[in-house]
């Protein structure tokens, strides 16, 4: 993935709105880059744009795990609900465990990469950032700016 910028360049307030995109979109939340994964399964230690460091302490991708397993149940129940009402009372149940199955294998597959930039941005939603991020000062939102 190529790094891609926001429409501008400059740091934006970080509105829970903004953050919640640049989640889903596989972004930095701070910068909005993209970039972010060498691979499917695996994150870059740091923004190339701005250095903020995505596993912020240890222990954070626990919130990425616990939301990839909801929507991946999420997921699931749906599978099961729409494989009972297709496949009630005479069908092929063998289609809809098919279904079930096939679900709980992809969801998180796919959800894996969008629940780690997801997390990343609840996180800095929840925890703004602190001087021990480190981060390219140019990147600091507005809001979160300290007087001197
Ligand atoms: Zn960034």
């Known amino acids: 993935m190529s790094v891609v910028a926001d429409p501008s360049d400059e740091p934006q307030p970080l509105t829970i709105p903004l953050l919640l995109r640049r989640g889903l979109a596989l972004r930095c939340p701070l910068c909005g880059s ?26 954070h991708w626990l919130g990425a795990l616990g939301m990839n397993t909801t929507v991946s149940f999420a997921a699931v129940l749906v599978a099961v609900i729409v494989g009972v009402a ?3 009372p005479d069908g092929s149940t063998t289609a809809a465990v098919i279904g079930i ?30 001087p021990e991020d480190d981060v390219d000062p140019r990147w600091i939102p507005p809001a979160s700016r300290h007087e001197a």
Request: proline share 7%.
């Open 86 to 88: 297709l496949t009630y």
């Open 101 to 130: 199955v096939a679900t709980a294998i992809i969801v998180p597959l796919l959800f894996f990469p969008v629940s780690k930039t997801l997390w990343s941005a609840i996180d800095l939603a929840m925890r703004p950032l602190e």
């Open 34 to 59: 993209g970039g972010l994964f060498r691979h499917w399964f695996t994150i870059v230690e740091r923004c190339p744009r701005c250095g903020f460091r995505l596993e912020r302490i240890e222990g």
